[in-house]
């Protein structure tokens, strides 16, 4: 598949049905996985609150993972290293164990296993990875479903115009710098991790509130400033993080890029902010005439990591 | 107190003695507190991983906060709006619910308190933060405490060297990156952190081995790759990660400025990271000719937010 039809994957990718078997007595979720595999993990987290859940990325598990601890394990290979490591530990520690994974050694350890079809880059399964943690957790409508494809679907269609922005970042060599806030902090990183992965540029994100008691200063009165393109989104419900994210632009001077966000639900513009972040960094590919779906730098780590 | 004088302040803070009162019967702490004060929470949730830890930099409390939560409020200066919003509904929520501060707000409505020495900036507070999570969680002898205090007594009295360092970002304005690993990560975001508000540049933070499923492919092929300065540490205890460490420079070419670390235990390592870190942006401040206390920019908004 080329990357243009796998981005187009996506939308199909959100009716993905499966749930995963949630054990009878547990009162916390650690969720495994890296890089694109990972995200997954990382934007249920600020979905879901109702218990606690952490979004492993690294090769141990915490010490209070124990037999009451819901243990997910997320690699679209199978066969990441980190996420096989920290999964050896949670069967060892007795938590209830399962996986979303298109195959590898991760089916082969663990026995609750949804099977996602093979075939993408690791990046380009978010839907798969997210749908299930989804349907399994929260009460989201098949309507707000069914209108979030849509969005894909248009966004499919017509996404030449995101061409316009991605050119304002290669004309210049600009580094993009997204600023999310909750529950959309991890759609920042995904957009930076985007960024990184398919137009090889560097790429940083961070969060309201927070970034207003550091990052703001040097906004305001650093070296470089205009070697940066800044981000937003136009989706705060949240009025103090609203008058945050204006301020933030006043007090510094930076263009702010507020990214707006049609529909209704958090699935539809969350869904519509991954794809246009995807779009903006496939364009920027393209522009610097690069191969987005060129991943031989990670190829080359795991050579020497295995040698 | 000038900003010298803050500096040479956390070797006495090391030695604060006091403890948290620890409820009776709890499952999982929260720890709330932003920037310059959220940063110890953001550091112990990485030491102590017996309890599920959250460190909370946002409004709101998540869903999961009961009863049997313990709830930390964290503010130098009491009067965060976001930690005293949090901290309302903790209350509300029934949490066991106390504050480490110099005053404000937070003491008027949280009845236990432990109160710490007035006249810093609040990222100068850092050990008066840290220490009594550690002290109330950790089993750290007084002889690391001890050597943790005679490591930055060194840095405070030798620490001409590492303006060194500082000469090499300032002469080309460069943009630091550190790169932590656990249990490092928000040491490196706290670096990150102190170039911001101190030496006022743009800097950002990153960790292994996440950062080898993303970011390493624009360290090998991007543009602008030479008008950054790439850090980490030599601290790591995982052979996976200090190959990883490596086998990053190796496959990406940059050149990553490894900081040594003296010391044997956690926080011997820990408190010479921050204070190492300290000094840098201290120096960095120093060449560029700007206020390390200034935080006019933070000020501003603060106004805008208020009218």
Redesign the interface.
């Known amino acids: 598949m080329d990357f243009l039809n796998e981005l187009k994957n996506l939308k199909k990718q959100v009716f993905f049905e499966e749930k995963l078997e949630i054990p009878r007595n547990y009162?916390?979720i650690v969720i495994a996985g890296?890089?694109?595999s990972?995200i997954a993990g990382k934007i249920f987290q600020e979905m879901y609150?109702?218990?606690?859940v952490?979004a492993l990325?690294?090769?141990?598990i915490?010490?209070?993972a124990d037999e009451k601890t819901m243990f997910v394990a997320m690699s679209y290979s199978g066969n990441t290293?980190?996420v096989i490591a920290a999964t050896r530990e949670a069967i060892q520690r007795g938590c209830s164990v399962s996986a979303l994974t298109s195959g590898g050694e991760l089916e082969s350890i663990v026995e609750n296993v949804i099977k996602v079809p093979s075939g993408l880059q690791p990046r380009s399964s978010l839907g798969y990875m997210l749908m299930p943690l989804i349907n399994s957790f929260l009460k989201v409508g098949s309507e707000a479903i069914r209108k979030a494809g849509d969005l894909l679907d248009d966004l499919d269609s017509r996404n030449e115009w995101i061409k316009d922005e991605a050119e304002k970042i290669f004309e210049r060599?600009l580094?993009p710098v997204v600023y999310g806030f909750?529950p959309y902090r991890s759609i920042a990183y995904r957009w930076?991790?985007q960024?990184?992965?398919n137009a090889?540029?560097?790429?940083?994100s961070n969060y309201f509130?927070?970034l207003?008691?550091?990052?703001?200063?040097?906004?305001?009165?650093?070296?470089?400033?205009d070697?940066?393109r800044f981000y937003t989104f136009g989706c705060s419900t949240?009025n103090?993080i609203t008058?945050?994210i204006h301020?933030?632009g006043?007090?510094?001077g930076i263009e702010l890029e507020h990214v707006e966000t049609p529909g209704e639900s958090l699935v539809e513009k969350m869904f519509y902010l991954i794809h246009y972040g995807d779009y903006l960094t496939y364009h920027l590919a393209n522009l610097r005439k690069?191969d987005p779906m060129d991943?031989s730098?990670?190829e080359?780590?795991k050579k020497?990591?295995k040698g």
């Open positions: 009162d916390k890296m890089g694109g990972g609150t109702d218990k606690p952490f990325d690294d090769y141990h915490p010490e209070f290293e980190e060599e580094i909750s930076k991790t960024f990184n992965e090889k540029v560097m790429a940083f509130p927070e207003d008691h550091n990052e703001i200063i040097p906004l305001k009165q650093t070296y470089r400033k070697q940066f949240d103090r008058k945050r301020a933030t006043r007090v510094s690069i991943v730098a990670i080359d780590l020497i990591l």
